[in-house]
């Protein structure tokens, strides 16, 4: 049996299979299957309100999981499927609400990865199977981007992990809502609004409204590392590094340039200056730095252009997160 059936027969007898996807490693279960979907939420400790996203192999899947689907969404899936895009669409009534959060709504994607492909055309067929698959960690804290930090999370507490290498993209799919009239990020990602405005004649707004759905990632606290994670401008970046040196504490410092002093308390790790590489780095530097035993990690603040949003919106998360 190869590796992608041995995935496919777990998934079907209803276990959890890690898999890769272009965003970052993804913890996979059949979607139609309320004893497997605990399970994610087992694993993961994850909040039972918080919903999932359901991964499908191709746009033709759409009408298995959602309703009243608007020729926005058919737009954006041609543009952008496979790809690191997710819809909120109002869902299909076949739908669990441990998939939904209880919500009237449901987040739908097709991952840009040829091994995850595989695997869910494999797992759907013709039938419109899907996966649901929240990141590969624990609750809160930092993504993998590889197979190595899936076992680091989990051990043996996966059935399996498919290893398709690092992922390309580095940081979580944009969350678009497509539910009501307003259109609207609900979570930034590298997908920006320029993207969709240029495919759909208008760019969405940023955030949520208090009638938006609640969608993956968008609580304050997120992606943190353990180690206490403090933004900094990049201006005040030696000085904050020199105060906490003077208490004693040990220092990691993330930022595109060194310091201009050195320390045998100090770790200095580069930092892209591209905001799609710094992504692509992020979660992997994050895990190496919480992994050297410092009291403090300090992270040089990105810039507040549009490009940086994601990147941004990730790391204020991971500090709150942090704390």
């Known amino acids: 049996m190869t590796e992608l059936a041995r995935a496919v027969a777990l998934l079907r007898a209803g ?11 993804g913890l996979g279960a059949d979607a139609s299957n309320p004893q497997a979907i605990a399970k994610i939420f087992a ?17 033709s899947h759409l009408e298995r999981w959602a309703v009243d689907i608007p020729d926005t969404a058919r737009k954006l899936a041609a543009a952008f499927w496979p790809g690191p895009l997710t819809l909120i669409l109002k869902r299909h009534p076949s739908v669990s609400d441990a ?25 759907g067929g013709a039938n419109g199977g899907g996966l649901a698959a929240p990141s590969a ?25 498919l290893d398709g290498g690092p992922c390309d993209v580095g940081i979580e799919s944009t ?32 955030g949520g409204t208090q009638n938006a759905p609640r969608v993956s990632g968008s609580l304050e606290a997120h992606y943190a590392p353990r180690t206490p994670l403090q933004l900094v401008a990049a201006e005040a970046l030696a000085e904050t590094a020199r105060q906490a040196l003077d208490t004693g504490r040990r220092v990691a410092v993330l930022a595109n340039q060194p310091l201009a002093f050195s320390h045998d308390k100090l770790v200095w790790r580069s930092a892209s200056a591209d905001p799609a590489q710094f992504a692509h780095d992020l979660y992997a530097r994050l895990r190496e ?8 990690l300090l992270v040089a603040a990105p810039s507040a252009e549009e490009a940086w949003r994601a990147v941004a919106d990730r790391l204020r998360r991971a500090a709150a997160g942090s704390k």
């Open 15 to 25: 276990e959890l299979v890690a898999f890769p996807t272009e965003t970052v490693y």
């Open 43 to 59: 694993a993961k400790g994850r909040p039972a309100d918080h919903p999932l996203i359901v991964h499908l192999p191709d746009a």
């Open 99 to 123: 998939i939904t959060g209880g919500q009237d709504t449901v987040g739908l994607r097709v991952p840009n990865h040829p091994l995850a492909l595989q695997l869910l055309c494999e797992f």
């Open 137 to 161: 960690n624990r609750f809160g804290h930092v993504s993998p981007t590889t197979a190595a930090h899936v076992r680091e999370e989990f051990g043996d507490a996966v059935a399996m992990i």
């Open 175 to 206: 969350i678009l809502d497509l539910s009501g009239s307003e259109l609207r990020i609900l979570r930034p990602g590298m997908i920006d609004a320029a993207d969709i405005g240029a495919v759909l004649g208008r760019a969405p707004e940023f």
């Open 289 to 296: 730095l919480d992994g050297i035993g410092c009291d403090l």
